[in-house]
């Protein structure tokens, strides 16, 4: 039930994010701000980089929930009606928050609920409920109702620190009125453990929603893939709205036939493709077209087309398939920002990385573009022999074959391998 | 393939100018259902090539009387977008080839997917 309080420039809102992807959480809320209209903007007496409490200021709760009826990465929203270092300084805070603000969702004829979150540490019952009753000063008239209440609040404690040796005490303290929960639950409902067509790079659910927000996908947009795969991006970018396209070099994988990707399956069904995917989630409408071709000769005419272009190319070490032209390069020092591709007509907004095994990461880089290509600007470019982005590339697939191989000598006998 | 996407499309075949826009030869055209989002077909019209669209549209038989320019205030009209919906959206070409204007050369169209693919001959 949505119930809007009276917010004024004073209301703050915590949201409590998901502790996963954490390079990715504020880029994906700050692209969903900025998709209806507001900046993101937050209290620095949180640490929402690396911990799950982001205090949110000067936006309206309208603006709020529509957030987070798009998020992945924050689980829920609250109206916050006090903060402090402890339990104390959070009562002093409570008492100074304005009756009338409180009174809409204390009354006699409805019933509430508080519940009690600890980040970093578990909580006794004992101590949640001696809590709660540290909470009794304030003014609700209503019943207590567990399973259906019509208002939930929330007390909050942040026990951050190191977790083989927890702190006994939080040291930071919210409490706030629950308003709606974020959209994690897409990540189950979209899994692809059970969707129709897989391939063995398929992104996973949560990182497809992830990129459409970055992406800032909105309702009627138009999205691109170049490097289409099995279609797990348009998959989340249709489900926000967008009409979506891709191409992809390799025949099979468009098509829906050869070997499948499932343990227990060897080919692939009749009724595997991108197109079944989407009308699995009863998206099938958003369903433009996809193509057999190779991203590197886009068949596009000029202009302006597509709203985004959302992808995953290959790395050239999981999916087998026929490469497009090869090319040859030395291996590369150590990663750094300069071998971001550059466009003068595009921005760099993100850059957030996910670490993927002790020594490999990938980065997703989101770039906007800021204004309309004109030949000029393309021509500084190509002439510029540092920016063949194909040569890190392939160097990159170079190095990790290089390491299998040593290992495989290694294993010589034991009678392993590695499976690409 | 739907008339959107082919609308979109052109020829890259190296040293081709004119590629723009592909002839539809086509074996086998279906229709099929699509609900109709009159917000985003209002979006699309401008993107749009009208010429090469009303071409495509008669050389596979669904011409759907769409008229020779697109009217002022389209976006209100909503039997001329439902007729743009109808071309755009719901009409496949399931089986053929596109066929470049300049050199000749055709990409097939199989279960409704093009093979823009070219050798290195042709790139």
């Known amino acids: 039930m949505a119930v809007t309080g009276v917010s004024g420039c004073c209301s703050r809102y915590l949201l409590l994010l998901a502790q996963e992807h954490l ?100 909580l006794p019952q004992a101590d949640r409920l001696n809590k709660i009753e540290a909470l009794s000063f304030l003014p609700w008239d209503g019943k207590v109702n567990l399973s259906a209440p019509d208002h939930t609040f929330c007390l909050l404690e942040n026990y951050a620190g190191d ?7 939080p040291c930071q303290v ?64 249709a489900h926000y709205g967008a009409y979506v396209t891709g191409g992809d070099i390799d025949y099979n994988t468009i098509h829906g036939i050869g070997k499948a990707s499932r343990r227990n399956q060897v080919w692939r069904g009749p009724d595997e493709s991108i197109k079944s995917n989407l009308c699995q989630y009863g998206l099938q409408d958003r369903y433009l077209d996809v193509f057999v071709g190779d991203a590197s000769r886009p068949p596009w005419r000029e202009g302006p087309l597509f709203n985004a272009i959302i992808t995953d190319p290959p790395y050239g070490v999981r999916e087998a398939t ?71 590339h392939n160097a990159f697939r170079e190095k990790y074959f290089s390491g299998v191989t040593a290992r495989s000598k290694f294993n010589e006998g034991k009678g392993s391998g590695e499976n690409t | 393939m739907k008339l959107l996407t082919h609308n979109m499309l052109t020829s890259h075949v190296k040293g081709v100018v004119s590629g723009y826009p592909l002839r539809i030869k086509a074996k086998e055209v279906q229709l099929n259902a699509v609900d109709f989002n009159a917000e985003f077909i209002s979006r699309m019209i401008p993107k749009l090539e009208w010429k090469a669209l009303r071409e495509a549209a008669e050389s596979v038989g669904h011409l759907n009387d769409l008229p ?40 097939p169209i199989s279960k409704g997917i093009p093979n823009m693919l070219l050798n290195e001959d042709d790139v």
């Open chain 1, 23 to 122: 390079e990715f959480r504020l880029p994906e809320l700050k692209a969903l701000f900025s998709v209806f209209g507001a900046d993101l903007e937050y209290d620095k007496i949180t640490s929402p980089e690396k911990e799950p409490f982001l205090v949110v200021k000067n936006v309206d709760e309208e603006t709020v929930r529509k957030v987070m009826a798009r998020t992945v990465c924050a689980k829920s929203a609250y109206e916050i009606w006090g903060t402090g270092r402890t339990l104390d300084e959070l009562v002093t805070s409570l008492r100074t928050y304005p009756k009338h603000r409180m009174s809409p969702f204390c009354k006699a004829d409805s019933t509430f609920k508080i519940s009690v979150h600890s980040f970093n540490k578990t």
């Open chain 1, 163 to 169: 977790v083989n040796n927890i702190p006994n005490d």
């Open chain 1, 174 to 237: 919210f409490f706030g009125r629950w308003l709606t929960d974020g959209q994690r639950d897409l990540i189950r409902r979209y899994s692809i453990k059970t969707r129709h067509f897989i391939g063995n790079t398929s992104m996973d659910a949560t990182l497809s929603f992830i990129m459409a927000n970055h992406a800032r996908v909105k309702p009627q947009d138009v999205v691109f893939d170049p490097f289409v795969g099995t279609g797990s991006l348009l998959v989340a970018s």
């Open chain 1, 322 to 392: 026929r490469r497009t032209r090869p090319r040859k390069g030395r291996m590369p020092d150590a990663y750094s920002e300069d071998i971001i591709p550059k466009h003068p007509c595009l921005s760099l907004i993100s850059n957030c990385q996910q670490k993927l095994t002790s020594n490999t990461a990938r980065c997703l880089i989101t770039m906007e573009k800021v204004k309309g290509f004109e030949e000029r600007c393309h021509l500084p470019r190509q002439l510029d022999a540092e920016c063949d982005p194909y040569k890190r």
């Open chain 2, 68 to 107: 020779l320019e697109v009217p002022s205030e389209h976006q209100d009209n909503e039997e001329f977008l439902q007729k743009v919906h109808h071309v755009l959206m719901e009409v496949e070409v399931e089986e053929g080839v596109l066929q470049c204007p300049e050199s000749g050369h055709e990409f």
